[in-house]
């Protein structure tokens, strides 16, 4: 059989879970869903047809996202995670290459390569902001841009009048907002001003529901109008959809568990406030080469290849996680201090 090239050099996400008992590796939520918010979700999921198709674009969970974000239905498209806007997104840009800003999700490359892209790299500061000069130039010739705000996996967001000066080239912008509830900075907003621009969000991060691929675009209502054209029938199954509504019907509930994970994060970084970036999401990026050391102790974080190498990536566990880790930091910061001096001594 032959195979696209395309296809033939893509390497395939892997982020496969280390068997650890802390896993504070893939930025979700360390909490379950609420014993009477999962008692609601049965209640409607008993009286679920099963034997019928869903509605074909969601319809009923992207009336309430609109409510949800005061907007029209024809400005939401919903999909199997927010992973799968992505791919269907890439769908609608004409030209040969998008420019991304790493590091930043692994994703927008992998989508783009597989739509026939090729990517662009205006790679982030020193501090990890937007170069906005490069990027205009680079968009120019460019189809689209991809900018994720707060970043995975720096942490940090970037400034509304970056992303306004950049939407003012008309080129388009996909602005992935998956962390959004933990800096409380979204731009959604801006769709109405800008049809160039399309926001992602998902139910896996404070939401907490990673396992039921829930996510949405919101754009303009011509870019949805082409997005649903791209999309295939029933892309989000009618579990998913039934357990996106009754968590947007009970949001406030979720509320309090984001502001727990936001001073969590606030507490881990002062602890570590040297080796800590500025974050904004639900996730730590520390310069501490701490991997091996963390999953000895059971506990699982994330590290990544090149310019993040001896950099470790820490998602907010519960407290109990959390004592645990800031424990086993401190443990490898006193092991690195000591071994550093026993080695001036021999010199
Ligand atoms: N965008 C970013 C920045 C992410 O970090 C992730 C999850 N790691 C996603 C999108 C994908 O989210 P979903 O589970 O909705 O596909």
Do not use: W
Not at 21 to 40: A, G, H, M, V
Request: glycine letters at 4%.
């Amino acid at each position: 059989m032959t195979i696209r090239d395309r296809v033939k050099n893509l390497t395939p996400y892997s982020s496969e879970r280390e068997k650890t008992e802390i896993r504070l590796d893939k930025n979700e939520s360390p909490f379950s869903l609420p014993k009477q918010l999962k008692r609601r979700i049965m209640t409607q999921l008993k009286d679920l047809p099963f034997n019928r198709y869903p509605s074909s674009s969601s319809e009923g969970l992207r009336e309430k996202l609109a409510d949800f974000h005061s907007l029209n239905k024809e400005n939401v498209v919903a999909g199997s995670g927010s992973d799968q806007l992505i791919a269907y997104a890439v769908k609608l840009f004409s030209g040969d290459r998008v420019v991304i800003t790493p590091p930043t999700f692994s994703m927008y490359r992998f989508y783009s390569n597989l739509a026939g892209f090729d990517v662009l790299e205006v790679p982030l500061t020193e501090d990890f902001d937007l170069r906005p000069q490069q990027i205009k130039d680079a968009i120019r010739d460019s189809a689209a841009l991809f900018l994720c705000s707060p970043n995975n996996p720096t942490g940090n967001a970037f400034e509304r009048k970056t992303i306004v000066d950049l939407l003012e080239t008309g080129k388009p912008l996909i602005l992935d907002e998956a962390y959004v509830d933990f800096s409380g900075k979204s731009e959604i907003d801006l769709i109405k001003e800008y049809d160039n621009l399309i926001v992602l969000r998902t139910f896996s991060k404070a939401f907490g529901v990673a396992g039921a691929r829930i996510g949405y675009a919101v754009a303009s209502e011509t870019t949805v109008e082409h997005l649903l054209k791209v999309k295939p029938p029933y892309n989000l199954n009618s579990l998913s959809e039934t357990i996106a509504e009754v968590l947007l019907d009970n949001h406030e509930i979720i509320q309090d568990r984001v502001e727990f994970i936001k001073e969590e994060r606030n507490r881990i970084y002062e602890r570590f406030e040297k080796y800590s970036y500025p974050t904004e999401a639900n996730f730590l990026l520390m310069d501490l080469d701490a991997h091996e050391f963390l999953l000895e102790k059971g506990i699982g974080v994330r590290k990544f290849p090149g310019r993040l190498a001896d950099k470790i990536r820490v998602t907010v566990g519960t407290k109990k996680e959390n004592d645990r880790l800031i424990e086993s930091l401190e443990e490898f910061i006193e092991s690195r201090t000591s071994s550093r001096l026993s080695g001036q001594q021999g010199r």
